[in-house]
Structure formats: C-alpha cells, structure tokens
C-alpha cells in the first residue's frame, strides 16, 4: 500500500470516528446540547484536528445525513436485489431494518422533511445537499422500477402509478416510526409494536395497483 493510498484510509477512518462520535452524542443530548468541543473529547481527538475535518456541527449533521441516506439506499438494494414481489416476511424485515437506520440516522430524513422545504435550520453545505439529492433520487428510482414491474405493461401511466405508490410507502414508513418512537416507550409494549409491524407489513405488500397521483 503506497503512502498517499494508506493517507487516504486514515482520513477516511478519522472522519468517520467524528461521525460515529458525534451521532452517539447527538443520540444522547440532543443536537442543540452537544459542543464541537464535546465532539472532540469523545472522538479522542484535539479540537483543531476536529476543524480540519468539519468546519462546525451543522457539517458534522450534514455528513451524518449523507451516511444515513446511503444506508437506507443499501437497505432499498438489498430488499429490491431480486426484482420480484416481497412476500409479508421480508417486508417485515425490511420495516425492522429501516427502524434501526432510522434510530441511527434520523437526521436524514429530518432533513428531507424540513430543509429541503426552506423550513430547517441546519445549514447544509453545496457539497452534502447535493449528495443527499443524488443518493435520496437513486432511492426513489429503485423504488419507483420495482413498483412499476408490478404493474401490467402495457399500462401507460405506470411511471406515475409507481411514482405514487413510492411517496406513500415513504409516508407511511416515516409516520410508522414516529408513532413507534414515542409509543414504545409511553404506550406500546413490545408484542403491540411487533404487531403495528405486521400490519403495516400487510398493507405495503397489498398496495393498490390503480393508485395514482391523480385519483
């Protein structure tokens, strides 16, 4: 391995002990409550190293975003992989895994829902928008392609069905976890959460063909 090659490894490996540092701190006390500072401290590192590799906590939460987009992204390739229909089983374990990436990563799609409406407060660089925008299309055109494979060929508005029935899934998942995030503390023990699961599974696997943007 030649220097700038194992260089590369190693700025690679630091960043991403900022990242895993950060995201446990942010987990705990919130993302308002956590210092660079206190980012540094718990990544082992002295805060001038911390800057050369993010310029403030904003960037830290933006290259947090862009890990969690790509392992929802992997999530989607590894459910999709085989082309067919996902029998109530695997859905299942697609609804479990996207839980723990989204305990993990929520940021992601906190700010899918909020800064790319003008409406979040994170100040997102060029650089990790446009990475996030690129990973997130990647993710609904896999989603799109499998649902429109479902679709008889010859249907005209399949691109638009697919299209539909991709933004309700989203939905539908994101609304799951924000239920199952605060009810499995407060209200839900785990036989109600394992049988929400089960139910939402039932419905993504018998997501309507005829849906579409425009019904």
């Avoid at 082992?44 to 987009?69: H, M, P, R, V």
């Avoid at 010859?154 to 697919?162: G, I, L, N, S, Y």
Wanted: hydrophobic share 40%; net charge positive.
């Amino acid at each position: 391995m030649g220097i700038s090659e194992r260089k590369g490894r190693e700025k690679k490996q630091r960043k991403e002990q900022i990242l895993e540092a950060a995201r446990n701190l942010f987990q705990e006390r919130g993302f308002l409550n956590v210092t660079m500072g206190d980012i540094a401290e718990s990544a082992e590192l002295s805060i001038g190293t911390l800057y050369l590799y993010f310029k403030n906590k904003d960037d830290i939460y933006g290259g947090l975003a862009c890990l969690g987009s790509q392992k929802f992204d992997a999530l989607l390739d590894e459910a999709l992989h085989r082309k067919k229909k996902l029998s109530h089983k695997d859905l299942v374990s697609f609804i479990e895994k996207f839980m723990l990436v989204y305990a993990d990563y929520g940021c992601y799609f906190d700010i899918l829902m909020f800064n790319f409406k003008g409406k979040g407060n994170i100040n997102l660089s060029d650089g990790y928008a446009n990475t996030l925008r690129e990973i997130t299309q990647s993710s609904m055109a896999k989603s799109v392609a499998y649902f429109s494979a479902q679709l008889k060929k010859d249907r005209k508005d399949k691109t638009e069905v697919a299209r539909a029935a991709t933004l309700v899934i989203w939905a539908l998942l994101l609304g799951l976890t924000q239920i199952l995030n605060v009810g499995r503390t407060e209200i839900l023990n785990e036989e109600d959460v394992q049988r929400i699961i089960n139910k939402a599974a039932h419905l993504l696997k018998n997501v309507p063909p005829e849906l579409s943007l425009s019904s």
